[in-house]
C-alpha cells in the first residue's frame, strides 16, 4: 500500500480495510477536531463543567469559570456556533444550557479519566516527576 508516497507495510489488510470502512468522512473528522478544540480552552472547560449542574446566566457561569462577562460571553458564541450549548431567554436574560446529552457523556467521560488516569507521565505536567521519564508506580 503507498500512503503519501511513501510504501507502508500493511500486516493486516482485512482489518486495514474494516477500520478504513468504519472511518468518518473528511467534513465529519474536521468538526470533530473542531469540538477538541474548543474544549482544549480552560476557561470554556469551566463554562462547560459548569453547566454539568444546570443552566445559567452570563454573568454566573462568568463568576464560575473565573473570567470576564465578555469572555464568557465569547466562549458562549463559539460553543452555541458548534452545537455544544443552547440558550433559553427569560425577558433580558439568557441562560444556557448544555445541549444535549452526548455533550454531557463527553464532558463525565473526560472528567473520569481526568480522575482515572492521572497526566503526570507529562514532562510538562506540574506533577511530573524529575527528569520527565520515569515510569509511574504500578505500570511497569
Keep these: 500500500m503507498i500512503v503519501d508516497g511513501c510504501t507502508v507495510r500493511v500486516v493486516d489488510p482485512e482489518r486495514v480495510t474494516i477500520v478504513t470502512e468504519a472511518m468518518p468522512s473528511d467534513g465529519d473528522v474536521a468538526e470533530l477536531a473542531d469540538i477538541f478544540g474548543l474544549l482544549s480552552d480552560p476557561g470554556r472547560l469551566r463554562v462547560l463543567v459548569a453547566l454539568l449542574e444546570g443552566e445559567m446566566c452570563v454573568c454566573d457561569l462568568a463568576v464560575v469559570a473565573q473570567t470576564s462577562e465578555s469572555a464568557t460571553s465569547h466562549h458562549l458564541r463559539l460553543l452555541r456556533a458548534h452545537r455544544v450549548v443552547t440558550a433559553r431567554r427569560a425577558g433580558r436574560m439568557a441562560y444556557y444550557r448544555l445541549a444535549d446529552a452526548h455533550v454531557r457523556m463527553l464532558l ?17 505536567h506540574p506533577a511530573a516527576p524529575v527528569g520527565g521519564d520515569e515510569t509511574p508506580t504500578g505500570l511497569a
Design 108 to 124: 463525565d467521560v473526560a472528567l473520569t479519566h481526568v480522575g482515572h488516569a492521572p497526566a503526570a507521565f507529562h514532562p510538562e
